[in-house]
């Protein structure tokens, strides 16, 4: 639970850097990328649940990227007014995987992702 609460801090709060940091990423409301933010954080953790554990976590975060990349790409259709281009979901991937990478490393150590715990 404590990884899901982390996930709709983090993911909305990159969602909305991204917006301000990169030109391939436009949302013309502020509350746009934090929905979308919210959305990331969902889908994020229900990725772990079911395939993060020891023995996966490199293809956890592919697949986090890749999912990630993707849900950002189409973001737009379902906004008016939104922008996002391959280049701009791409480095909204990349920057939550980075962040994902760590959220990974410290529930695995802390045997979080065991189930029960």
């Excluded at 956890?60 to 849900?71: C, E, K, L, P």
């Excluded at 939104?82 to 959220?103: I, K």
């Amino acid at each position: 639970m404590i990884g899901l609460i982390v996930k709709l801090i983090v993911c909305p709060t990159v969602v909305v850097l991204s917006a301000f940091l990169f030109r391939d990423v436009y949302y013309p409301a502020l509350w746009q990328p934090i929905v979308v933010g919210l959305v990331l954080a969902v889908a994020a953790h229900a990725m772990e649940i079911l395939m993060l554990r020891r023995g996966t976590f490199w293809i956890s975060n592919i697949i986090d990227f890749v999912a990630a990349t993707v849900i950002m790409y189409i973001s737009p259709f379902f906004f008016a007014g939104a922008r996002v281009t391959w280049v701009g979901a791409a480095l909204t991937g990349f920057l939550l995987t980075v962040t994902e990478y760590f959220q990974h490393l410290w529930l695995i150590r802390t045997g979080k992702t065991e189930k029960g715990a």
